[in-house]
C-alpha cells in the first residue's frame, strides 16, 4: 500500500535531515549529539518497519518471480552492507571517536544512506505498491 511506503519515504527525509542538521551543528554539540541519536533511533525503528511491513510481500513474489527475486537480493546484501555502516559509524560516535573536526565518517555515511535510499524509493518501493494494490 502506498501509504506504508510513504511513511517509509518520510522516515528516509527525518534521517537525512537529522544527520545533515548533525553536521551543521557540529556533531560534538549537545545539539548535534541529539540529532545523532534521533537518526539512529529512527534509522532502526525504519529498518524494523520494512523488515515487518514491506519485505514479506516482496520476498513472497520473489518466490514465483525471478525478477523481483534479483530485486530482492540486491536489497538484501544493499541493506546489509548500509546496516553495518551504521553500526561502524554509530559505533565510533558514542566512542568519541568521530568529532567536529573530522566528520569524514558523517559525510561517508550521510552518502552511503541517501544513495541506499534513492534506490529503495525507485526501485523497491514501486515494486511493493504494486503487490500490495
Known sequence: MKKITDELR????????????????GISS?????????AKKKLYRHLEDEEKKIYPTLNKAAEKDTRIAKIMAQETAEIGELIQEAEDFFEKFEAGEIDSDHHEELDKFIHSFMERTKKEESTTYPEYEKLAI
Open 10 to 25: 518520510r522516515d528516509h527525509v527525518i534521517i537525512a535531515t537529522a544527520l545533515s542538521e548533525a553536521k551543521f551543528f
Open 30 to 38: 549537545k545539539e548535534g549529539n541529539m540529532q545523532i541519536q534521533k
